[in-house]
C-alpha cells in the first residue's frame, strides 16, 4: 500500500512559485494588495497541488466556525427530514453549513454527539431531545461559552434555551374530542417516555378530553411503548387481548398507530366500523394504509426554519432570545376514513 500524501501547505506553494508564503496567504484570501496575475498564479497552483485551506485553524482565529450543529433523535422520518429540509434553507441563505448527528433515542449518545459538536467549535445547536434525556447538563458547556443552544419539537423547559414546538395539547384534545363525537367510549391512547413534552402533554389533552366529555379515565388504556411500527403491532394484540374490547385506538404518533392497524386488519378487524384509529405527525403513509389515517400536521419544513432563524438572529444580534422564548407553532387535525363512524 502507498504511503497517503502529505499535507500540501502555503509554504509549498510558495516554493514552486519561487514568492513568499505570505503572498501566498494573502493571494488564497483574495487580498487586494495582491496583483490580479499573481492570484491567478496562486489559485491555479493550489488547486493543482491539492492545497487546502485549515479551516480550523482559520476559526480558531475569527472564534468563529459558520457551523451549525444538529442533533436529532432519528434521521429516518419523513418529518425530521422535513425539518433538516428546512434548517438547511435558512442557514444555507445565511452562508452557514449544518453539520447533523442522531442520538438513536438514547441520553449516552446525545451527550457524546454534544461533545463533538463542542469541540468542532459550532457556532450554535440546535436540538430535538432523546427518548431518556432526564436532564441537559450536557449542554451547559455551550451555555457557559455565549453558544445558543435552541430545543425543538421535543424540548426541555429552561430559562436559558429558547424552544419551537406545537401546541400538542390542544392537538390531542381535538382528536380525542373527534373520537369521541364518533361515538367512541373506550379509547385507548398508544403514547412514549413521559419524559418527553410532546408525549406527556398529548397525554394530557387525551385524558381532559374524556373529561370534558364525562367518560371515565382507564389507565389500563394507556399503553407506553417506543411508538415503532412494531411497537403497533405489539399493542394490537394486547387491546385485542382486553376484557372489554375498546373502539378507538389514538396513538401519539403515526407509525406505531400503522403497525397496529396492520396487525388489526390481520386479526380480521374492521377499521373504523369495530375499532376507529388516529394518529399523531402525518406521516406520508397516512394516505397509503387502507382505511387511510386520521392525523394531526404539523409542518416540519416550517419548524426546521424557524429554529435555524432562531439560532441565526441570536448569532448576528438581530433577535433576542428572551424576547423570542418559547415560539409555538400550528398544526391541525386532518380527519380520513380509519376514524369516520357518523356519515354525516
Known amino acids: ?41 496562486i489559485t491555479d497552483a493550489a488547486h493543482e497541488m491539492g492545497y487546502r485551506s485549515n479551516a480550523f485553524a482559520s476559526n480558531l482565529r475569527k472564534k468563529s466556525s459558520n457551523i451549525i450543529g444538529v442533533i436529532v433523535p432519528r434521521l429516518n422520518s419523513s418529518f425530521m427530514s422535513d425539518v433538516i429540509a428546512g434548517m ?38 440546535l436540538v430535538s431531545l432523546a427518548y431518556d434525556t432526564k436532564d441537559i447538563e450536557h449542554f451547559k458547556p455551550f451555555i457557559n461559552r455565549g453558544i445558543p443552544v435552541i430545543f425543538f419539537d421535543r424540548i426541555f423547559e429552561h430559562a436559558e434555551y429558547p424552544t419551537i ?17 364518533q361515538g367512541c367510549k373506550k ?17 394530557k389533552g387525551y385524558k381532559q378530553a374524556l373529561a370534558d366529555h364525562q367518560l371515565a379515565f382507564d389507565e389500563d388504556l394507556v399503553l407506553i411503548n417506543s411508538l415503532s411500527s412494531a411497537d403497533g403491532a405489539d399493542a394490537a394484540k394486547q387491546i385485542l387481548n382486553m376484557h372489554v374490547r375498546p373502539d378507538a385506538v389514538f396513538a401519539a404518533n403515526d407509525s406505531c398507530a400503522i403497525g397496529c392497524m396492520l396487525e388489526m386488519k390481520k386479526q380480521g378487524i374492521k377499521i373504523p366500523a369495530d375499532i376507529a384509529f388516529a394518529g399523531f405527525n402525518n406521516d406520508p403513509m397516512c394516505c397509503v394504509i387502507e382505511p387511510n389515517l386520521t392525523t ?46 357518523n356519515k354525516r
Open 296 to 341: 394531526v400536521n404539523y409542518k416540519g419544513y416550517e419548524m426546521g426554519g424557524v429554529a435555524a432563524r432562531v439560532l441565526i438572529g441570536n448569532l448576528t444580534n438581530q433577535l433576542n432570545t428572551k424576547t423570542t422564548h418559547s415560539i409555538i407553532l400550528r398544526s391541525e387535525l386532518i380527519i380520513r376514513e380509519s376514524s369516520v363512524r
Open 165 to 181: 414546538f406545537i401546541d400538542n395539547y390542544k392537538a390531542a384534545y381535538e382528536v380525542t374530542t373527534h373520537l369521541i363525537e
Open 1 to 41: 500500500m502507498s504511503e497517503p500524501e502529505k499535507e500540501i501547505t502555503i509554504y509549498d506553494i510558495a516554493k514552486k512559485l519561487n514568492i513568499s508564503a505570505a503572498t501566498v496567504s494573502r493571494g488564497l484570501k483574495d487580498h487586494p494588495g495582491v496583483n490580479k496575475n499573481t492570484k491567478k498564479k
Open 88 to 125: 438547511e434553507q435558512v442557514v444555507n441563505e445565511a452562508n452557514y453549513n449544518l453539520i447533523i448527528s442522531q442520538s438513536l433515542e438514547t441520553v449516552k449518545k446525545e451527550v457524546s454527539n454534544a461533545r463533538a459538536m463542542f469541540n468542532n467549535r459550532v457556532d450554535g445547536l
Open 187 to 203: 379509547i385507548v391512547h398508544l403514547t412514549g417516555n413521559q419524559l418527553r413534552n410532546v408525549y406527556a402533554e398529548r397525554f
